[in-house]
């Protein structure tokens, strides 16, 4: 199969962390008989800096004619770097905004795995983590609360300020087909979450939600309220699968899901439209602090890579092989600096691709 993958390697860290992932789907290429075609072109800092713009039409263009992005990162220290003098609309983390609009990327994924190797790091009780979990929060990522009508307004000197939820069936459908769609790639199960005793927006989507899984009788459904999902997060988090949610409380579980892994160099993402495309992405920024210094865990992205895989091309085969060398190599003991505890083998970002890229069978 022939791959046409857009590369953005970004700032700070990105450009060292996408070429241990190109790596490793170079090998992938190589055992299961691929080709890769990659593109680069700039988002954030480094387009700024060529540019004078965090994206422009060309790359965008680039990157609808590809079959899939894999990004690094992008942004640099808010505080001392001068691309944070510039206006908000010419800022790095502009662009980012730009191309997930331009590619109407609606469905955000994060997965949270808890690796037996790492457990340490998760913060919960030991009781907890024991079970282990394996999730992947699906967050809508273009309607509701951040998207809605908004004002501010003074009414006899008192100011009050307005945010307008609204979902049509049409916005919730679509992510629940793509959730339903993924769960049947996992362990079979959806968790919608809504605040459905309160609000009529999801009322809504719960109603939607269960029309969409008529369509998917083999997969599990259950709806749960918001305030109790992210209390079971910390619970009981192994009961999860797949959590299917709205902008807003997507937005705030993904990060609790996220934090209980306890290890940010870790945590892949994945935004999707309404095709096979993706944009496939770490869920930690561009590191600034440790930029250039060869240090950096390019985990995440080689985990983003293999999602890339699986949701944009089908390969589930090589995805798992991808996701099997993360494992081989934790349990081998080899650690970036982030993940590092005593009796490891502390090792560079170069040479951690290596050695995922080589555990590829
Ligand atoms: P960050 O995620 O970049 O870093 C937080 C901490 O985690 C730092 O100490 C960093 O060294 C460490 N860290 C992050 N990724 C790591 C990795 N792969 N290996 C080892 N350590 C790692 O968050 P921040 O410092 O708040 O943000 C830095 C810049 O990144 C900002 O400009 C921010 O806007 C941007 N950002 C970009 C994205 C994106 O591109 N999608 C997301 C979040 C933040």
């Given at each position: 199969?022939e791959?046409?993958?857009?590369?953005?390697?970004?700032?700070?860290i990105?450009?060292?962390?996408?070429?241990?992932?190109?790596?490793?789907l170079?090998?992938?290429?190589k055992?299961?008989g691929?080709?890769?075609v990659?593109?680069?072109?700039?988002?954030?800092?480094?387009?700024?800096?060529?540019?004078?713009?965090?994206?422009?039409?060309?790359a965008?263009?680039?990157?609808k004619?590809?079959?899939?992005?894999?990004?690094?990162?992008i942004?640099g220290?808010?505080?001392?770097?001068?691309w944070?003098?510039?206006p908000?609309?010419?800022?790095?983390?502009?662009?980012?905004?730009?191309?997930?609009?331009?590619?109407?990327?609606?469905?955000?994924?994060?997965?949270a795995?808890?690796?037996?190797?790492?457990?340490?790091?998760?913060?919960?009780?030991?009781?907890i983590?024991?079970?282990?979990f394996?999730?992947?929060?699906?967050?809508?990522?273009?309607?509701?609360?951040?998207?809605?009508?908004?004002?501010?307004?003074?009414?006899n000197?008192?100011r009050?300020?307005?945010?307008?939820?609204?979902?049509?069936?049409?916005?919730?459908?679509?992510?629940?087909?793509?959730g339903?769609?993924?769960?049947?790639?996992?362990?079979?199960?959806?968790?919608?979450?809504?605040?459905?005793?309160?609000?009529?927006?999801?009322?809504?989507?719960?109603?939607?939600?269960?029309?969409?899984?008529q369509?998917?009788?083999?997969v599990?459904?259950?709806?749960m309220?918001?305030?109790?999902?992210?209390?079971?997060?910390?619970?009981?988090p192994a009961?999860?699968?797949?959590?299917?949610?709205?902008n807003?409380?997507?937005?705030?579980?993904?990060?609790?899901?996220?934090m209980?892994?306890?290890?940010?160099?870790?945590?892949?993402?994945?935004?999707?439209n309404?095709?096979k495309?993706?944009?496939?992405e770490p869920?930690?920024?561009?590191?600034p602090?440790i930029?250039?210094?060869?240090?950096?865990?390019?985990?995440?992205?080689?985990?983003?890579?293999?999602?890339?895989?699986?949701?944009?091309?089908?390969?589930?085969?090589?995805?798992d092989?991808v996701?099997?060398?993360?494992?081989q190599?934790?349990?081998?003991?080899?650690?970036?600096?982030?993940?590092?505890?005593?009796?490891?083998?502390r090792?560079?970002?170069?040479?951690?691709?290596?050695?995922?890229?080589?555990r590829?069978?």
């Amino acid at each position: 199969m022939e791959l046409h993958i857009v590369c953005i390697p970004g700032d700070g860290i990105g450009p060292e962390i996408v070429a241990e992932a190109r790596k490793v789907l170079d090998r992938v290429a190589k055992v299961y008989g691929h080709t890769m075609v990659y593109k680069d072109i700039l988002m954030g800092g480094a387009s700024i800096d060529v540019h004078g713009v965090p994206l422009t039409q060309e790359a965008i263009a680039d990157a609808k004619a590809a079959d899939a992005v894999l990004m690094g990162s992008i942004g640099g220290d808010t505080n001392t770097s001068p691309w944070y003098k510039l206006p908000p609309n010419l800022r790095p983390e502009a662009g980012l905004l730009k191309i997930r609009k331009e590619l109407q990327l609606f469905a955000n994924l994060r997965p949270a795995y808890l690796y037996e190797e790492l457990a340490a790091a998760c913060p919960l009780k030991e009781e907890i983590s024991r079970a282990g979990f394996d999730m992947l929060i699906m967050r809508e990522l273009t309607g509701g609360l951040y998207f809605g009508e908004r004002k501010t307004v003074e009414e006899n000197g008192v100011r009050k300020a307005y945010d307008t939820l609204t979902y049509d069936e049409n916005e919730i459908r679509r992510i629940a087909v793509k959730g339903f769609e993924i769960a049947r790639k996992r362990k079979h199960k959806v968790t919608s979450v809504d605040k459905a005793n309160v609000l009529d927006s999801s009322r809504l989507w719960r109603a939607v939600v269960n029309e969409v899984a008529q369509d998917y009788p083999d997969v599990e459904v259950e709806h749960m309220l918001v305030d109790n999902c992210a209390m079971q997060l910390v619970k009981d988090p192994a009961q999860f699968d797949v959590i299917l949610t709205e902008n807003m409380f997507g937005d705030i579980l993904s990060d609790e899901a996220s934090m209980v892994t306890g290890s940010i160099g870790m945590l892949s993402s994945a935004s999707l439209n309404d095709t096979k495309f993706g944009l496939y992405e770490p869920s930690h920024g561009s590191a600034p602090d440790i930029a250039g210094k060869d240090i950096a865990n390019p985990i995440a992205t080689v985990l983003s890579a293999a999602m890339m895989l699986r949701y944009s091309f089908d390969l589930d085969k090589e995805a798992d092989a991808v996701e099997n060398a993360v494992k081989q190599v934790l349990k081998e003991g080899y650690r970036t600096g982030d993940i590092f505890s005593d009796g490891c083998v502390r090792v560079g970002c170069r040479q951690m691709g290596d050695l995922l890229a080589e555990r590829i069978v």
